[in-house]
C-alpha cells in the first residue's frame, strides 16, 4: 500500500462459483420470503435509505466539483463500529454483528451486513456488498 492507495500484487486467478441467476428476482423471491416466515429481509428501508444518502452525497460532490462530503454517525451509525487492527474506509458501512479478521482492508462504499465474518488480512474492493447467505 502506498499513501493509504492498495497496490495490486500478481497472483494466481481464484474461479468462483456464482450461479446465474436474475437480481431483482432474487430480491423479490427473497422479499416474499421474510414475509411468509416473518423475518427481516438482509436488505430493508433502513438499508435503502442509507444507500440514498451515498448517492446524494456522491451527486453534491459531483456538483461541486469533487468536494468531499462527510458522513457524521447518525448518516452511518454501522460505519463507527470499531474494527480493531482493521481498515475500514469512511465510506463503508459495516453493520452490527460481524466479525472482520485482523489485517482486513474494507474499502469506499462496501456495506457488510450483519452475520458475516470476514477472515484476516482480507482486502475487499470498493462497491462490494456482503451478505451471509
Do not use: M, Y
Given at each position: 500500500m502506498q499513501g493509504?492507495?492498495?497496490?495490486?500484487?500478481?497472483?494466481?486467478?481464484?474461479?468462483?462459483?456464482?450461479?446465474?441467476?436474475?437480481?431483482?428476482?432474487?430480491?423479490?423471491?427473497?422479499?416474499?420470503q421474510s414475509m411468509k416466515n416473518?423475518?427481516?429481509?438482509l436488505t430493508d428501508g433502513r438499508e435503502g435509505l442509507r444507500v440514498l444518502k451515498v448517492l446524494n452525497a456522491s451527486q453534491r460532490s459531483l456538483d461541486e466539483n469533487g468536494r468531499k462530503i462527510a458522513f457524521g454517525a447518525d448518516q452511518h451509525p454501522a460505519s463507527s463500529i470499531q474494527h480493531p487492527g482493521c481498515f475500514v474506509h469512511p465510506t463503508a458501512?459495516?453493520?452490527?454483528?460481524?466479525?472482520?479478521?485482523?489485517?482486513?482492508?474494507?474499502?469506499?462504499?462496501?456495506?457488510?451486513?450483519?452475520?458475516?465474518?470476514?477472515?484476516?488480512?482480507?482486502?475487499?474492493?470498493?462497491?462490494?456488498?456482503?451478505?451471509?447467505?
Open positions: 493509504n492507495v492498495p497496490i495490486p500484487a500478481k497472483a494466481e486467478p481464484e474461479k468462483l462459483d456464482i450461479p446465474q441467476a436474475e437480481p431483482l428476482r432474487v430480491e423479490c423471491e427473497r422479499f416474499l416473518g423475518k427481516q429481509p458501512i459495516i453493520d452490527e454483528n460481524v466479525t472482520v479478521g485482523e489485517g482486513t482492508k474494507v474499502w469506499h462504499f462496501t456495506h457488510v451486513l450483519s452475520g458475516v465474518k470476514i477472515g484476516k488480512s482480507c482486502n475487499i474492493g470498493q462497491n462490494v456488498v456482503i451478505v451471509r447467505t
